[in-house]
Nanobody, 114 residues
Framework: QVQLVESGGGLVQPGGSLRLSCAAS????????MGWYRQAPGKQRELVAT???????VYADSVKGRFTISRDNAKNTVYLHMNSLKPEDTAVYYC????????WGQGTQVTVSS
C-alpha cells in the first residue's frame, strides 16, 4: 500500500515562508496528479494546488502568486513552497494522490501568527 507523509509545517510569522514536503512510500507516483489541500478551523477542506504528471498546475485564487507546487518524481516527492504567508493560511495541510482511489496523508499543521 502507498503511504504519504507530509512534513515541514510549523509556526511562522505573517510574511514568512515555509516549504512543505510530501514523500510517498510503497509506490511510484510518476503517473499521478498530486495535490495539496487544507482545512482551517470551522471550514471545509479546500484545494490549494495540484500538479499533473506532465507538470501542469492549478492554484486556488487565494494562494495564486504566493504558493508554488512542484514535484520530483525521482524522489517520489511533491513540494509546496509558501511565501508571503497570511494568518488566513493557517490550516492543516494535506497531501493527496489523485486517481480512482484518492490517497491522503495525515496532514501537517501550518500556523501563521504574530
Amino acid at each position: 500500500q502507498v503511504q504519504l507523509v507530509e512534513s515541514g509545517g510549523g509556526l511562522v510569522q505573517p510574511g514568512g515562508s515555509l516549504r512543505l514536503s510530501c514523500a510517498a512510500s510503497g509506490s511510484i507516483f510518476r503517473a499521478y496528479t498530486m495535490g495539496w489541500y487544507r482545512q482551517a478551523p470551522g471550514k471545509q477542506r479546500e484545494l490549494v494546488a495540484t500538479i499533473t504528471s506532465g507538470g501542469s498546475t492549478v492554484y486556488a485564487d487565494s494562494v495564486k502568486g504566493r504558493f508554488t507546487i512542484s514535484r520530483d518524481n525521482a524522489k517520489n516527492t511533491v513540494y509546496l513552497h509558501m511565501n508571503s504567508l497570511k494568518p488566513e493560511d493557517t490550516a492543516v495541510y494535506y497531501c493527496s494522490r489523485r486517481g480512482t482511489f484518492n490517497i491522503w496523508g495525515q496532514g501537517t499543521q501550518v500556523t501563521v501568527s504574530s
